[in-house]
């Protein structure tokens, strides 16, 4: 059996029309925010964490008088605690992660693997989960991994094309329940579980992953396993998806295919995750899932199938509020009666719910350790580094990075690569914090002393650099596609217009330097907007080879850029960009801004409009744009969240 199954029981006999309601919760995207606690600040931060979260799951299991808690994947990456863990000090075989250790703690029923538990390879991530997947370059040997079942049916060892994980799992509880007639009643619930992952794992992390695993579309695995799953006398099918809503052209390399995964027969729950998005959000007007056919963004369900998305971060706690009723020997989902809600950490008065202290006590010594780990210092700068207008122009988070990157790259061309020697060096970066987790998710490094977790802030992500050879119009429609971030303005509009376009992420608006200029033409229609494109004055021509530095993620196809899809590769490093940058700032020692900070190679193209050109930023950081140079942006009021509407004069654009 390729499921972490058992042999169907003998089925209890229970009462045509019994009822039960049975709250199924789920986590998301946790991204290892065990505590509330910002590692790139060293500060707390109340907005976020698995702790608080923890909380709202203790809430529910008093509220409720049936349980069961899922996680739907990206749960070991995203903060510097997990970097610790993973690559400064790699936890052993017999060490539980802390992450694991916390769920363990709360008492998880199941969950499946995100896309980013792949980013650390698959050693590591076979050590940490307990899995001896028989793949190459992994040890055939289970470690101390999480106490609940991870189950995941879409990717395939290339050694004996079978799962790395077992496709699914079947869990069998005890319901509460009332009879017809009133009566107080237990009865069993047998539930089938089935896990899925983005395929576009294949592309992302390339490196890791080629001639090891391969992936198959969620349709086509949900086909291949349900029968034998329904076969094991189950009651109900919970799908654990990462991945989220999209009703774009089904295919099987598709990231986020779950509304094609709700017509499959035999699924009658979903638990989704990876878009970084709660579902259902009735309260937002301007929710991606409001006008996809047959999502009810108000009760919770896709194609009549109850489903959820808890957000992310530990922000928020997916519930389906399951109504159960007995019929034909199982229990069956009463739609009617049915809903789906995520609630939020933080209450509607702006207050947020206590952490639960166990959490704390858990991974008290890794926290410390990790803090004294990124708080080890590396240099100094004389300027201040900051996301808060990047997409304005401002370059001080950006251009450390891109002359790192690119400063590696020469040096490594000039002694192993003689074949490029001649071919300019470009680096790309972008901004990964640009206010989408809320008003304190910015780069914000002071002018003074600089530590690891400074150069962690700038570098969010366990990328590795990765070099490619392109010419100039894939440079050209590489800027092309960066510039989807800005929505298109029209001048003749005497309302606002909001200059960002929020559907693109702020993670690919990639600015490209090192001798590059070029201008951004707001008003035109998207692939129309890059202008002047030059490289050491002179205009580029099509033909013109360059080598760009970018990561492994972008490289391989992540964002969907034009000519990156991983073939034009010339340099996969085994360093990640993060200590790249690292090793740069140690040499470097001292950061000015006239050499490392004032790289301003793009602007937009000059143009008067009739209304204002908005920007939503935080709040109180006028001082910053314009200590940084942009003398065109002027705010307009205080949003009263933490964040604030600036405008941008697009005829003085500099």
Known sequence: CLSACTVAPHRAVVAVGTRARLAILESTDIHSNILSYDYYKLAEDRTLGFERMATLVKQARMEFPNTLLFDAGDTIQGTALADWQALAKPVGCGEELAMYRAMDALGYDGGTIGNHEFNYGLPFLAQVTGDAMNVDGVAAKRCAGPHSPLVLANVFSTRDDRPIYAPTAVIERPLKARTADGRETTAPIRIGLIGFTPPTIMQWDKRNLEGKVRTKGLIEAAREFLPALRAQNVDLVVAISHGGIDAAPEGTMMENANWYLAQVPGIDVLLLGHSHAAFPEPGNPKSRFNNIADVDNTRGFVHGKPAVMGNFWGKSLGVINLALVRRDGHWAIDTPATHSEVRDIRRPDGS?????????????????????????????????????????????????????????????IAKNLPQYAGIPVLSAAAPFKTGFGGPADYTDIEAGPLAIHNAADLYLYPNTLTAVKVDGVQVKGWLEHSARRFNRIDPAKTGPQDLINRKFSGYNFDVIQGGLTYVIDATKPVGERIRDLAFDGEPVDAAQPFIVVTNNYRASGGGKFPGLDGSNVVLSAPDANRDVLIDWVRTRKHLTRARDGADRNWHFVPVRTAGPVTFVSAAGKLDVARTDGLHNVRALHDNGDGTATYAIDLSAAQ
């Open 352 to 412: 947020f719910v206590a952490p639960d202290p166990a959490i704390a006590k858990l991974v008290g010594p890794v926290h410390e350790a990790t803090i004294a780990y990124v708080s080890t210092p590396i240099g100094d700068s004389d300027f201040a580094m900051t996301s808060y207008f990047a997409e304005l122009g401002d370059v001080t988070a950006l251009q450390p990075v891109n002359t790192a990157q690119r400063e590696y790259v020469q040096a490594y």
